[in-house]
């Protein structure tokens, strides 16, 4: 059935990677909610089918490792919905692993799926969107490529901090083009993980909140339906911070 047209993002296609779980999974709902037709790419088929079998939306497999396999199953979802107008680089490993321990293929693997992989995913869809003469980007970063911090590996916070030199580069390339690239950079947003966490270690992360309490993921949904939004149409370029106020700049 047609969405009614007062939705923000009715009208409106989303292609969003590892949106089998967590963030990603939520950013689908959100990006459906707002009245937008979602195809969910993960290299978990079965989880992204799952949450399209909850919202209607169009699951593929991806390894965003491999471009033309990414390629081609971008193109898979324009062949769908017919074109797509927003991407959000969700997809990426988080390992926790001291820097002192990190071997050369895990290095490897978490700059190859969290980085080079955005980095595909922005050329791919950038390519698209240049043609058409809008569109919406949107990338996962995190505060932990703005800031240090000892629960994420060097690793995932290189791969957050050149996420956010990425966006802004693919940013300027494309606004001559009508489309926009943004970052988001969430932190403490609650999470499977986070409620099995022993209370008084979670009660002294949460202590550490200036807002008092973690995020929600439907937070950082409701900030990439924003970004998609008409209403953001002015902007580009942009670190989007999600952090109850842990990191102010
Ligand atoms: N959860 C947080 O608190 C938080 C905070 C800051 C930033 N982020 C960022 O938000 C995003 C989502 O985080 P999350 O906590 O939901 O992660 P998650 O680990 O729960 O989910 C990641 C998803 O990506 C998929 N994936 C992994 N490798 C892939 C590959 N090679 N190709 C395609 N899909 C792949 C996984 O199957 C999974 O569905 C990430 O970019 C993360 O860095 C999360």
């Given at each position: 059935?047609?969405?009614?047209?007062?939705?923000?993002?009715?009208?409106r296609?989303?292609?969003?990677?590892?949106?089998?779980?967590?963030?990603?999974?939520?950013?689908?709902?959100?990006?459906?909610?707002?009245?937008?037709?979602?195809?969910?790419?993960?290299?978990?088929?079965?989880?992204?089918?799952?949450?399209?079998?909850?919202?209607?939306?169009?699951?593929?497999?991806?390894?965003?490792r491999?471009?033309?396999?990414?390629s081609?199953?971008f193109?898979?979802?324009?062949?769908?919905?017919?074109?797509?107008?927003?991407?959000?680089?969700?997809?990426?490993?988080?390992?926790?692993?001291?820097?002192?321990?990190i071997?050369?293929?895990?290095?490897?693997?978490?700059?190859?799926?969290?980085?080079?992989?955005?980095?595909?995913?922005?050329?791919?869809?950038?390519?698209?969107?240049?043609?058409?003469?809008?569109?919406?980007?949107?990338?996962?970063?995190?505060?932990?490529?703005?800031?240090?911090?000892?629960?994420t590996?060097?690793?995932?916070?290189?791969?957050?901090?050149?996420?956010?030199?990425?966006?802004?580069?693919?940013?300027?390339e494309?606004?001559?083009?009508?489309?926009?690239?943004?970052?988001?950079?969430?932190?403490?947003?609650?999470?499977?993980?986070?409620?099995?966490?022993?209370?008084?270690?979670?009660?002294?992360?949460?202590?550490g909140i200036?807002?008092?309490?973690?995020?929600l993921?439907?937070?950082?949904?409701?900030?990439?339906?924003?970004?998609?939004?008409?209403?953001a149409?002015?902007?580009?370029?942009?670190?989007?911070d999600?952090?109850?106020?842990?990191?102010?700049?």
């Amino acid at each position: 059935m047609a969405k009614p047209a007062l939705l923000p993002l009715s009208g409106r296609v989303a292609f969003v990677t590892g949106a089998g779980q967590g963030l990603g999974a939520a950013i689908a709902r959100g990006l459906s909610e707002a009245g937008a037709r979602v195809a969910l790419a993960d290299i978990e088929l079965a989880n992204a089918e799952a949450v399209a079998a909850e919202i209607g939306g169009l699951a593929l497999q991806l390894d965003v490792r491999d471009e033309a396999a990414f390629s081609g199953c971008f193109d898979r979802a324009v062949a769908h919905f017919g074109a797509v107008d927003i991407m959000v680089n969700n997809a990426a490993r988080t390992p926790t692993t001291s820097l002192w321990d990190i071997t050369p293929g895990e290095w490897d693997d978490v700059l190859a799926i969290n980085l080079r992989g955005s980095f595909f995913g922005c050329r791919i869809a950038g390519r698209h969107m240049r043609e058409r003469g809008e569109g919406r980007i949107v990338n996962l970063s995190s505060m932990a490529g703005q800031q240090a911090s000892s629960a994420t590996g060097v690793h995932y916070a290189a791969s957050k901090a050149g996420l956010l030199a990425l966006t802004r580069s693919f940013a300027q390339e494309l606004a001559p083009h009508g489309v926009t690239v943004n970052a988001l950079a969430p932190a403490a947003i609650g999470s499977p993980a986070l409620e099995a966490m022993e209370p008084a270690r979670r009660q002294a992360l949460q202590a550490g909140i200036p807002l008092g309490r973690f995020g929600l993921a439907e937070e950082v949904a409701a900030a990439v339906v924003y970004l998609a939004s008409p209403a953001a149409a002015f902007i580009t370029g942009a670190t989007l911070d999600l952090n109850g106020g842990r990191f102010m700049r």
